[in-house]
């Protein structure tokens, strides 16, 4: 009998917030709009316990393109969750803290150096005011995804009535740097070991809502093709992430770690941040590389996401393929390249 998954895209939201509702309009929303990237990822035989109904017309394209397609069972009683696993709550809590993220970023020297985390509008001032020389902060709730929830400020115009309705929970605090561009490197575990790594370049907006990414099938690859696009060598990142997965190998984490980074300029130079946050779960670099792990002859892919409006206002070539259900208010489309010499 195959197995039966549920692709729970609300998971962090159930393991910290405290008013997690699993009826919510907006966990529904969440789910039903990216719940296809589950056809995206799996290609094993198995049923879907899907929460969207899908158009005979789409399935087909996914078909055509060579995409597993699931039996589908709504009403199924009994399944595995897929996005986060919810086995061991304890534990994978520990594992998905934006909190704790931050505070073995500071520990180890990985991150979050000028950050802090806060819980009151005086903790928050105390900090901005320790650094006057930065002006545009960010703060992010401990149980975001993709950048939802994310909220941008600048010190010399607090508005304080809209920061005290956010500042109901410990939150991070950070200066905003001038981001190049962001990373993600999974490190696949088994049996305590880890038996793969792969990277992942992240389309982020200044407010870190997620559209996108490029990738490659093996890492040399995608070495070549961040260093041909930033002239960056990503040989540090590479040998802080390996001891940033073994890190938490040391303290218990069984299943594949994902570890986000990113590089920013500072005074001309561009600068190393390894660890942003750690996800201990599926993820949306898991996507991108799925898709390029499908173009192995291509130097690299992408995969972009954005809203129909976007797309509408922007010309998406032939060449590009269309992944997202036709009425999901974000689309997304994937391209594999080659470097031309």
Same mark, same amino acid.
């Given at each position: 009998?195959?197995?039966?998954?549920?692709?729970?895209?609300?998971?962090?939201?159930?393991?910290?917030?405290?008013?997690?509702?699993?009826?919510?309009?907006?966990?529904?929303?969440? #789910?039903?709009?990216?719940?296809? =990237?589950?056809?995206?990822?799996? !290609?094993?035989?198995?049923?879907?316990?899907?929460?969207?109904?899908?158009?005979?017309?789409?399935?087909?394209?996914?078909?055509?393109?060579?995409?597993?397609?699931?039996?589908?069972?709504?009403?199924?009683?009994?399944?595995?969750?897929?996005?986060?696993?919810?086995?061991?709550?304890?534990?994978?809590?520990?594992?998905?803290?934006?909190?704790?993220?931050?505070?073995?970023?500071?520990?180890?020297?990985?991150?979050?150096?000028?950050?802090? =985390?806060?819980?009151?509008?005086?903790?928050?001032?105390?900090?901005?005011?320790?650094?006057?020389?930065?002006?545009?902060?960010?703060?992010?709730?401990?149980?975001?995804?993709?950048?939802?929830?994310?909220?941008?400020?600048?010190?010399?115009?607090?508005?304080?009535?809209?920061?005290?309705?956010?500042?109901?929970?410990?939150?991070?605090?950070?200066?905003?740097?001038?981001?190049?561009?962001?990373?993600?490197?999974?490190?696949?575990?088994?049996?305590?070991?880890?038996?793969?790594?792969?990277?992942?370049?992240?389309?982020?907006?200044?407010?870190?809502?997620?559209?996108?990414?490029?990738?490659?099938?093996?890492?040399?690859?995608?070495?070549?093709?961040?260093?041909?696009?930033?002239?960056?060598?990503?040989?540090?990142?590479?040998? #802080?992430?390996?001891?940033?997965?073994?890190?938490?190998?040391?303290?218990?984490?069984?299943?594949?770690? !994902?570890?986000?980074?990113?590089?920013? !300029?500072?005074?001309?130079?561009?600068?190393?941040?390894?660890?942003?946050?750690?996800?201990?779960?599926?993820?949306?670099?898991?996507?991108? !590389?799925?898709?390029?792990?499908?173009?192995?002859?291509?130097?690299?892919?992408?995969?972009?996401?954005?809203?129909?409006?976007?797309?509408?206002?922007?010309?998406?070539?032939?060449?590009?393929?269309?992944?997202?259900?036709?009425?999901?208010?974000?689309?997304?489309?994937?391209?594999?390249?080659?470097?031309?010499?």
């Amino acid at each position: 009998m195959s197995k039966i998954f549920k692709v729970n895209l609300d998971y962090e939201a159930s393991l910290f917030d405290p008013e997690y509702d699993v009826n919510g309009a907006r966990i529904q929303k969440i #789910n039903n709009e990216f719940e296809y =990237i589950f056809f995206l990822i799996n !290609q094993d035989v198995c049923t879907l316990k899907n929460s969207k109904n899908y158009s005979k017309k789409y399935i087909e394209h996914l078909k055509q393109n060579n995409f597993s397609i699931p039996i589908f069972e709504p009403n199924a009683k009994k399944f595995e969750f897929w996005w986060g696993r919810l086995q061991n709550i304890e534990m994978e809590r520990f594992f998905n803290s934006k909190l704790n993220s931050a505070k073995i970023a500071f520990q180890n020297n990985w991150g979050f150096a000028e950050g802090r =985390i806060v819980e009151n509008l005086e903790e928050l001032k105390d900090h901005i005011n320790s650094i006057p020389e930065k002006e545009n902060w960010l703060i992010k709730r401990p149980h975001g995804f993709s950048g939802i929830g994310h909220f941008t400020f600048n010190s010399k115009s607090l508005n304080e009535e809209v920061l005290l309705k956010i500042l109901t929970e410990k939150v991070l605090l950070e200066p905003i740097y001038k981001r190049v561009f962001d990373i993600g490197t999974t490190f696949e575990i088994r049996n305590g070991e880890i038996i793969r790594h792969f990277m992942v370049e992240n389309f982020n907006s200044k407010s870190g809502s997620f559209n996108g990414g490029a990738g490659s099938s093996n890492v040399e690859k995608f070495k070549k093709y961040i260093f041909e696009k930033y002239s960056y060598s990503l040989d540090e990142l590479e040998e #802080n992430t390996k001891n940033i997965a073994q890190y938490y190998l040391n303290i218990g984490a069984t299943s594949n770690i !994902q570890i986000d980074s990113f590089i920013y !300029q500072e005074n001309s130079k561009l600068k190393l941040y390894s660890l942003v946050e750690i996800n201990y779960r599926k993820t949306m670099g898991l996507v991108i !590389q799925s898709l390029a792990d499908r173009n192995p002859n291509a130097d690299w892919i992408e995969w972009k996401v954005s809203s129909a409006k976007n797309f509408e206002e922007q010309l998406i070539g032939n060449n590009w393929l269309k992944l997202s259900p036709e009425e999901n208010h974000f689309q997304s489309y994937f391209c594999a390249f080659s470097f031309n010499y």
